[in-house]
């Protein structure tokens, strides 16, 4: 039983950090992205788009944002390039927190720079453009960030860096970032936007909301079927309590009752043995599964939601105690284990000893 409780604290630890996770990074992002769109694909829009949308009364502030991925062939991996201007404000709060990158340079994620290094680039890296021409940028600091689960491939750039690697024209950006003051006023301003704009795709945070929520969900799944298996599991366990007492168990409640023992004191005692052993096993399972979650960063599991990419395998699980969890497994648990220990033992402490000995 411990190790099942354990298994199952495990699963909604792991579920329950990852969804604080997803809801941190949508709280970052802005209230409406504009992106331009030609043959129904994403392309550029020019930043002086940005003007219309400060004109539309109850916008707070709009920002053009120069941002892509870049695949790094020999690491085989794929990072993300933001890029700032030091005089803009962004709802980023990494990109806040990152101004005065000096010219040629660029901010690196720890997982970026281990990458990095494991070919040899320790203090610049060489960024192969589209036309086979190279751009190197110095590596200036490393990024002191939290755990966010989108800034683990990140590099942080000037706008002028980024374009140049994107190979972007001088007016030319990836989306524009729009923030509405009051929060109500955003689906109205999205349709105001969307007239401005026939045909970029306006989206407001809540359809990224949505959009994170169907990833998070089709994951979560992996996670339903773990736990749909171990909770049949211990109702296998439980049926066989239930079904009936072995010889032994049996004898000893005979023996007790010849002994003057009342039914209401063998189903006392026999309710204070499952409650000890039912408490035990779900404060050792609760004990092992934050040991292994939050200790160990819960190696095997966690992959199932990062898809073992190699640059989220260093990502920690960021502590977080959900007591609904918590409850959840109690009751699911302790009290169950409980009737199906006293359950059977009513059933032959009702009889007489002679026939419970037989």
Do not use: C
Not at 46 to 68: H, P
Not at 184 to 213: C, G, N, Q, T
């Amino acid at each position: 039983m411990t190790l099942l409780v354990a298994l199952l604290a495990s699963t909604l630890f792991i579920s329950n950090a990852m969804k604080s996770e997803y809801n941190t990074i949508i709280n970052s992002y802005p209230d409406i992205v504009i992106t331009n769109q030609k043959a129904l694909r994403d392309t550029t829009i020019n930043e002086d788009e940005v003007y219309k949308v400060l004109s539309i009364k109850g916008v707070s502030s709009a920002v053009a944002r120069v941002w892509g991925h870049y695949y790094f062939l020999n690491g085989d991996e794929k990072f993300l390039i933001l890029g700032r201007d030091e005089f803009e404000t962004y709802s980023n709060p990494l990109l806040n927190a990152s101004s005065n990158i000096a010219k040629d340079s660029m901010l690196v994620s720890k997982e970026v720079k281990k990458s990095l290094q494991k070919s040899y680039y320790t203090e610049y890296f060489n960024f192969i453009k589209a036309d086979g021409s190279i751009k190197r940028l110095t590596i200036q600091k490393t990024l002191e960030r939290s755990n966010f689960l989108e800034n683990s491939a990140l590099i942080i750039m000037n706008n002028d860096s980024a374009k140049e690697i994107f190979e972007y024209d001088d007016h030319e950006v990836t989306d524009l970032s729009v923030s509405v003051a009051n929060k109500i006023e955003v689906a109205f301003i999205a349709a105001k936007l969307k007239i401005l704009f026939p045909s970029a795709r306006v989206s407001v945070k809540d359809d990224l909301r949505v959009m994170y929520e169907n990833i998070y969900n089709l994951r979560s799944g992996f996670f339903l079927t773990i736990f749909i298996i171990t909770f049949f599991t211990f109702f296998i366990i439980i049926y066989d309590k239930v079904s009936g007492l072995n010889s032994e168990q049996r004898r000893e409640i005979g023996i007790l009752k010849a002994l003057g023992w009342r039914v209401g004191d063998v189903l006392n005692t026999r309710f204070y043995e499952g409650a000890m052993i039912s408490l035990v096993s779900y404060i050792l399972g609760i004990v092992l599964a934050f040991i292994y979650v939050y200790y160990f960063n819960a190696p095997y599991l966690k992959g199932i939601f990062l898809n073992n990419y190699d640059l989220l395998k260093d990502f920690r699980i960021v502590f977080n105690i959900d007591f609904e969890t918590l409850a959840l497994l109690f009751f699911l648990s302790v009290p169950i284990y409980i009737a199906a220990t006293v359950i059977p033992s009513w059933r032959v402490a009702t009889l007489e000893a002679d026939e419970v000995m037989r």
